[in-house]
Each structure stands twice: as C-alpha cells, then as structure tokens.
C-alpha cells in the first residue's frame, strides 16, 4: 500500500496570507490527524477526522481549521498566517477510530512564513 | 489533558552500548505508548508501541516498558548501531482510537558515538 502523501512539500507565504495543505491518508484509512512540529514546542495535536467529521481539537487558535472528503482525503487551512506558523505539519492516518491504534505519518509539509 | 515529560533531551553513547530514554506521562487514563524515531529530514516512524495491558514489549534490540502505578514509560535500545542514531519520541494517548490525538514528550536526540 502507498503511505501517506502531503502536499505540497514547502511552501513560503507571508504575513497576512492563508495556506492550504492536503493529505491523503493510506488506502482503507478513515481517520486522519494533524500535528504542528517546531523545534520550541516539539510535536503539537491540532485535529483529528474520522468520517468527514471533526472528533477533537488541541489548543490552537481558530486560525487552524480543517475539514476531511469522503474519500477520507484532508486538508488543513491556516488564515492570517503569523511568523510564529513557521513550522513542519505533518498528517497520521490509522484505520478506525476503535480502539488505540498506529498513526502513520506523512513526510510533512514545511511552512515558512515571512 | 495529557503531558508527556521526556528525559533526556540528548543521548550520547558508545556503539555497541545500551541506550535508554523515559517518559512519564500525567492523565492515568492514557491506554496506548509509542515510540516514534525520526532521522533528519524525515518522518516519524514507529519503532515500538505498548498498551496499559501490557508491561513490556520486545522486538529484536528495542524494548518497551510500562509502570502503569507510576506513569512512566521506557524505550531500551541494545547493542546500539550507527543507523539509531536520530530523534526519538514517546507518545500518550488518552482515549480510543486516537480521539484526542497523540501528546508528545519533547524528544531525545541520540548519539551514537563509533
């Protein structure tokens, strides 16, 4: 089976812009989560789909938002971008949602805002 | 929520030698512990996970272990080798399936010294 794919690998933006990312989860894989990686803060949940549905959020601002397609495929939105969204975001997908489970990460998307 | 502490932060050792890395984590309902090691420029990998039934895994030269009683967990590497050398992190989840996401330690960065 094909892993997880990020698109796109990097990515520059400035201030003030907005940024979508995408991941496309391993055939079979229903739940997708997003994580912020930075070298301060070190690997950061910011949400988790299962079916086209948000089931958890961690503490970050309503900049971050997110949605999944019914093909299980995701995207994560960041508006406004400030220089501290700097940062490597990586997308895990497992199976279901039954249960605790593997997470496979994707290779990332690197961001940097200037 | 869940907090992850991660000790130490870095980890040099000689070939050949054992290398280990402990976690202790905060929320006594966190059910599942893996381990992920990420080479430079790369993405986590899973390398070994354990859940709260379990008090040890072992797989070849990596081995787990659990102290539900006092929320710590342990990564054992033996017979280290020059390819083990990156970053590696432990992880808690609270909840089924991932719903909360994965709470990461901070991350040891090991050094295998030839």
């Known amino acids: 089976k094909a892993g997880v794919t990020q698109t796109p690998r990097y990515l520059i933006k400035t201030r003030g812009q907005q940024v979508t990312l995408s991941c496309s989860p391993i055939?079979?894989?229903?739940?997708v989560s997003w994580y912020q990686q930075t070298p301060g803060q070190g690997l950061q949940f910011l949400f988790e789909?299962?079916?086209?549905?948000?089931?958890n959020k961690g503490n970050f601002p309503g900049r971050f938002s997110g949605r999944q397609f019914s093909n299980s495929r995701s995207e994560m939105n960041v508006s406004t971008l400030e220089l501290g969204d700097s940062a490597l975001y990586l997308c895990?997908?497992?199976?279901?949602?039954?249960?605790?489970?593997?997470?496979?990460f994707g290779p990332g998307t690197r961001l940097l805002v200037l | 929520g869940e907090n992850v502490e991660q000790h130490p932060s870095t980890l040099s050792v000689q070939e050949g030698d054992s290398a280990v890395i402990k976690c202790t984590y905060s929320?006594?309902?966190?059910?599942?512990f893996p381990w992920y090691k990420q080479e430079l420029g790369k993405r986590p990998q899973l390398i070994i996970d354990?859940?709260?039934?379990?008090g040890e895994k072992k797989d070849q030269r990596i081995a787990v272990t659990l102290n539900k009683t006092a929320k710590h967990f342990s990564l054992h590497i033996t017979e280290t080798q020059p390819e083990d050398s990156a970053v590696y992190f432990c992880?808690?989840?609270?909840?089924?399936?991932?719903?909360?996401?994965?709470?990461f330690g901070k991350g040891t960065h090991l050094i295998i010294q030839p």
């Open positions: 055939s079979g894989h229903r739940s």
């Open positions: 929320d006594s309902a966190s059910n599942y």
């Open positions: 354990i859940r709260s039934n379990v």
């Open positions: 992880a808690a989840s609270d909840s089924g399936g991932g719903a909360d996401g994965l709470t």
């Open positions: 895990a997908s497992s199976p279901t949602m039954r249960g605790p489970e593997t997470q496979y």
């Open positions: 789909y299962f079916s086209e549905t948000q089931r």
